[in-house]
């Protein structure tokens, strides 16, 4: 292994800025969570990408959302192969043992997993198409919804328009899983798919096939 380095300096002083103002203000409350463990209302899956600050947005308080990320906010069909899944295990935990009342999946503009992907599927990225690409063989998940906006000619409009079908995408693959399935048919839980445009500050809800996404 090599030689362990220190953590960044800038990112020691933030935290010790965080543990002498806001932990310090809320000790009473981070120590109840500690205790008693989380009960978050909901669960949202969105992507790594850094410019989506998913707490901020939502002004939601320590220990209120539980949160995935992965690359390009999107689930994998049911598919229990015995091999690691951690989408699928974030999702199983969440409706099975958090008991979550809402899933929602959260996209982007400007997406890069979405861009990959689109380059995969028109041959322009053969280093995604390799066997050994973790990220190729996570964006294939997407290709159906590549097939439904391929033939559109303007590549900004396919590009957002990939992105909101990663989140529709998703939305189905959610009901794929039989424990998801059911909590809706209970109506114990509820899907949600939103899509982000991170430079207006914008959300849009996807409202339905006809619909489509409207702004919140």
Same mark, same amino acid.
């Given at each position: ?25 809320? &000790? ?10 989380? &009960? ?34 999107? +689930?994998? =069909? ?18 099975? +043992? ?13 997406? #890069? #997993? ?11 990225? =053969? ?17 159906? #919804?590549?097939? &439904? ?62 619909? #489509?996404?409207?702004?919140?």
């Amino acid at each position: 292994m090599h030689r362990i380095r220190p953590l960044p300096g800038y990112l020691v002083q933030r935290y010790k800025g965080w543990k002498a103002t806001a932990y310090a203000e809320n &000790r009473g409350w981070y120590r109840r969570l500690a205790a008693d463990g989380q &009960r978050p209302r909901g669960m949202v899956i969105a992507c790594c990408d850094s410019r989506v600050h998913i707490s901020s947005m939502f002004e939601a308080d320590t220990g209120e959302i539980f949160i995935h990320r992965n690359i390009a906010n999107l +689930v994998p =069909p049911y598919d229990p192969d015995g091999d690691p899944h951690g989408t699928s295990a974030a999702v199983e935990y969440a409706v099975t +043992v958090l008991r979550v009342a809402h899933l929602i999946v959260l996209g982007h503009s400007d997406c #890069g #997993g979405v861009r990959g992907c689109q380059e995969m599927c028109l041959g322009l990225s =053969p280093q995604l198409e390799r066997p050994e690409s973790f990220v190729g063989r996570w964006l294939e998940i997407l290709r159906p #919804g590549f097939d &439904r906006v391929a033939d559109m000619p303007d590549p900004s409009a396919r590009q957002v328009a990939l992105e909101k079908e990663a989140v529709i995408v998703s939305m189905r693959n959610l009901l794929t899983f039989p424990f998801v399935a059911e909590a809706v048919e209970k109506e114990d839980l509820k899907i949600h798919g939103l899509w982000h445009d991170i430079g207006e500050g914008q959300l849009a809800q996807f409202m339905g096939e006809d619909a #489509g996404f409207l702004p919140l």
